[in-house]
């Protein structure tokens, strides 16, 4: 439901491990729908979610967060009884709130770009990614068996957390740093435009992102985005003493443990 990046690499990626799978795509603007199909993502698209969903065995919901609980709700209500729902959205804990359900499992792959369309979804996006389930307390085990098993076949592969652990942890590592790169982008003076290189391009790719989504993910994990927002500035109060009072060794070693703490991820 949303042919768009997510939701066509998704249908793209489930082709190629299974070429007669048949999918139906979901779209309100006929030239979307158009694109969709000839995209070779989806062999059909619909512009109501009841006639998308009515004989599916699988529905992911690759709306915008805001969207998604509604969107999975009409969903369950249009299709078969033993129909698995899932999503695909960068936040968790209040859609999985909002769609208590025995068929839904939440998840949200760990991959994308700063593109947006079906005309840049890609097969392998998945590939090698991490896809987090989180499944709510009133999920299905076996529903949640079946989710991870669809997810494998994109090609990423599985983990679980809860809902309030994934939106913690994601703020850490996916919304602030989205705010910093569009911070930093905000920043540039005007004078300085001809001169920016590599790094500040590397910086700021993903402030590139749809600024409409990115405010939805931002209000959905308000919370766990102000408490990480907290750390950042503290820690900014803390290198700016460090400069204003010429402590070079100190400088040194916060610059070494940010080294370490990248090279970690590697």
Excluded at 63 to 68: E, K, L, M, S, T
Excluded at 188 to 206: F, H, N
Excluded at 219 to 235: F, V
């Amino acid at each position: 439901l949303g042919v768009g990046l997510l939701g066509g690499s998704v249908a793209l990626s489930l082709k190629r491990r299974l070429p007669n799978v048949q999918i139906v795509g979901l779209s309100r603007s006929d030239a979307k729908r158009q694109l969709a199909i000839e995209s070779g993502a989806v062999d059909a698209c619909e512009d109501n979610i009841a006639a998308a969903c009515e004989a599916c065995d699988v529905v992911v919901v690759a709306a915008p967060v805001d969207r998604i609980a509604s969107m999975a709700n009409e969903a369950i209500v249009s299709a078969p009884d033993d129909c698995l729902i899932t999503d695909v959205g960068s936040t968790k804990a209040t859609i999985v709130g909002d769609v208590a359900h025995p068929n839904f499992v939440a998840a949200h792959p760990i991959a994308g770009s700063d593109k947006t369309g079906v005309a840049n979804a890609k097969a392998g996006l998945f590939d090698g990614k991490v896809i987090i389930l989180t499944p709510g307390s009133t999920t299905d085990s076996s529903m949640v068996e079946k989710c991870d098993q669809f997810w494998q076949l994109t090609g990423g592969r599985t983990v679980r957390m809860s809902p309030v652990d994934h939106d913690t942890h994601l703020a850490a590592v996916s919304h602030v740093p989205h705010l910093m790169s569009a911070l930093v982008a905000r920043q540039l003076p005007m004078e300085a435009k001809t001169l920016v290189g590599s790094g500040w391009r590397d910086i700021t790719r993903v402030a590139n992102g749809d600024p409409t989504l990115w405010a939805a993910i931002c209000q959905e994990n308000r919370d766990a985005i102000l408490q990480e927002l907290d750390r950042l500035i503290s820690d900014v109060g803390n290198l700016r003493k460090l400069l204003a009072d010429q402590d070079g060794q100190a400088l040194l070693q916060w610059l070494a443990e940010a080294k370490a703490a990248k090279n970690s991820t590697n």
